[in-house]
């Protein structure tokens, strides 16, 4: 890894959370390279990580074996349009965290040889604790899919998808599930609330009840239905409230939220193609 030049295109907070992840994994500052075309943006990434900065693309992708486009989806085509000259000279490996642009789109733009990995991450790649789903095109080669993945796991867990079309699948689970951890947060401490508690008390139960969870689900190799029945005793208080759940239809309702946001990912994909 050491040996790899990393240009970033866009220098938003995307971009700096997987910077930070690499620098915590030893990969030497002088490797790294963003541009943007705002210098607070660019100044803030010099200062925090120590990397070199480029108001100018082409400059920052002259030398690099990988290239990271991490700049809106609305802007993709003006980006990569202009970028194709310089990276059809040496034909790095373009990785797109932009959601709802196709590798086809891309290739179009980049050249129809073009290395490219498409990815969706979420939010918590900001704390070095996101999941990542990844699609190669067929151009990528072993060592290069190899670099994605050491670089998106950077930032969390990095997972391959065989098809490009499950993307659309991973944004309704991960892509958008933080948001949906969220607001079951907010209805619980809302509800912790208004039963008496104090809302700083009860957000604070709410977030630490729900680490927890997340920890003992994570670390060990317990399935999630036997880790919900070892705190489920008949007749007991938990036991009551998954029955209101259940004749709630929670699943239902989960299944059907993330369907809107499957069906969602797939028309975003068709509007920006």
Known sequence: MNDLKIAFIGAGNMASSIIGGLLNQGMPAGNLCASDPYPEALQR?????????SADNATAVADANVVILAV??????????????????HNPVVISIAAGITVSALQQQLGMTAAIVRCMPNTPALLQCGATAMFANEHT??????????ILSAVGDAHWV?????LDAVTALSGSGPAYFFLFMEAMTAAGTSMGLKPELSR????????GAARMAAEGDVE???????VTSPGGTTAAALDSFAESD????VASAMQAALNRSIEMGREES
Do not use: C, F
């Open 45 to 53: 990434l010099s200062e925090t990580y120590g990397v070199s900065t």
């Open 72 to 89: 809106k989806p609305q802007i993709m085509p003006a980006v990569t349009r202009a970028l194709a000259p310089s990276l059809q000279q």
């Open 141 to 150: 080669s072993q060592p290069q899919r190899n670099h994605a993945e050491t």
């Open 162 to 166: 065989r098809d490009e079309n499950l």
């Open 204 to 211: 604070a139960l709410t977030v630490q009840t729900a680490l």
């Open 224 to 230: 999630l239905d036997e880790l919900r029945r070892r």
């Open 250 to 253: 929670l699943r239902g309702v």
